[in-house]
């Protein structure tokens, strides 16, 4: 059983920055671990990877813009974002997976991007 606490989320302006953190009540060095968001009426898309040696993957719409890194000794999740866009306005998630028991999930942290 793994818990992840995400952090970070809040209101910000057009071009603003923000960083989540996912926090993993475990170790999480032996695992790939991931940011995915849902925006209202829309369904749950991957926006950044890093797989448990180091490979990054980003969805099209944040390259260039946002990084997703990770401390393992902190076992933290992170996800710099910045030149944020209205576009970028979702629940963030952090995903812990695959596992021999499935993938995990935290609880999501809300990113406005208003004008």
């Known amino acids: 059983q793994v818990q992840l606490v995400e952090s970070g989320g809040g209101l910000v302006l057009p071009g603003g920055s923000l960083r989540l953190a996912c926090t993993a009540s475990?170790?999480?060095?032996?695992?790939?671990m991931s940011w995915y968001r849902q925006a209202a009426g829309k369904e749950r898309e991957l926006v950044a990877q890093?797989?448990?040696?180091?490979?990054?993957t980003y969805a099209d719409s944040v390259k260039g813009r946002f990084s997703i890194s990770r401390d393992n000794n902190k076992r933290v999740l992170y996800l710099q974002m910045n030149d944020l866009k209205v576009d970028d306005t979702a629940v963030y998630y952090c995903?812990?997976?695959?596992?021999?028991?499935?993938?995990?999930w935290g609880q999501g942290t809300q990113v406005t991007v208003f004008t």
């Open positions: 890093m797989t448990l040696f180091g490979r990054q």
């Open positions: 475990r170790d999480i060095r032996e695992y790939d």
């Open positions: 995903n812990l997976g695959p596992t021999n028991h499935g993938t995990y």
